[in-house]
T-cell receptor
Framework: NAGVTQTPKFQVLKTGQSMTLQCAQDMNHEYMSWYRQDPGMGLRLIHYSVGAGITDQGEVPNGYNVSRSTTEDFPLRLLSAAPSQTSVYFC?????????????FGEGSWLTVV | EDKVVQSPLSLVVHEGDTVTLNCSYEVTNFRSLLWYKQEKKAPTFLFMLTSSGIEKKSGRLSSILDKKELFSILNITATQTGDSAVYLCAVGSGNTGKLIFGQGTTLQVKP
């Protein structure tokens, strides 16, 4: 059981380049989300999905696109990277719609935009 | 606007001390409050709280929720250097699985 798998773990991009952060989970979770973490800011929600074919914006969606074509995968796309997108990115998934859902996190992707 | 506020933002203590970390929230459609420990990698789940006044306990860590006053505390007794980490509080909102995080409290435990 791999849990939540994120790739790549580290990436350096030049301003204006595009890339996709991959996220896959093997727990048949309905709910998946992407967060970014900056120093002193906690985790901020970028986009989330409540099931295949359904996505919605979180707190800081600008500059990022997502899609959810399958239950397992939830890629995050940076179409034109900017230095402000230098951050640590966490993908997460959860199974419960009811009270007290818990979330499983990936190991994180460290992205630097120069 | 939903928000979660943690205090203090940072804390330095010595081994053996007891610490209390605070988390207050203003979140619509409250579902649960979660505490995580983060040590330079993904957050690790500590507690999930859904009901007021019921203490959750795991070893030297304990936590309680007050849904009337909209806050939670995380207590760590007899601290050890291995407790040094960022402690994150998050509130689950609605039934979408999304969490609203606080800024985190950075705890440093000195020998």
């Amino acid at each position: 059981n791999a849990g939540v798998t994120q790739t790549p773990k580290f990436q350096v991009l030049k301003t204006g380049q595009s890339m996709t952060l991959q996220c896959a989970q093997d727990m048949n979770h309905e709910y998946m989300s992407w967060y970014r973490q900056d120093p002193g800011m906690g985790l901020r929600l970028i986009h989330y999905s409540v099931g295949a074919g359904i996505t919605d914006q979180g707190e800081v969606p600008n500059g990022y696109n997502v899609s959810r074509s399958t239950t397992e995968d939830f890629p995050l796309r940076l179409l034109s990277a900017a230095p402000s997108q230098t951050s640590v990115y966490f993908c997460a998934s959860s199974y419960s719609r009811g009270l007290g859902n818990t979330i499983y996190f990936g190991e994180g992707s460290w992205l630097t935009v120069v | 606007e939903d928000k979660v506020v943690q205090s203090p933002l940072s804390l330095v203590v010595h081994e053996g001390d007891t610490v209390t970390l605070n988390c207050s929230y203003e979140v619509t459609n409250f579902r649960s409050l979660l505490w995580y420990k983060q040590e330079k990698k993904a957050p690790t789940f500590l507690f999930m709280l859904t009901s007021s006044g019921i203490e959750k306990k795991s070893g030297r860590l304990s936590s309680i929720l007050d849904k009337k006053e909209l806050f939670s505390i995380l207590n760590i007794t007899a601290t050890q250097t291995g407790d040094s980490a960022v402690y994150l509080c998050a509130v689950g909102s609605g039934n979408t699985g999304k969490l609203i995080f606080g800024q985190g409290t950075t705890l440093q435990v000195k020998p």
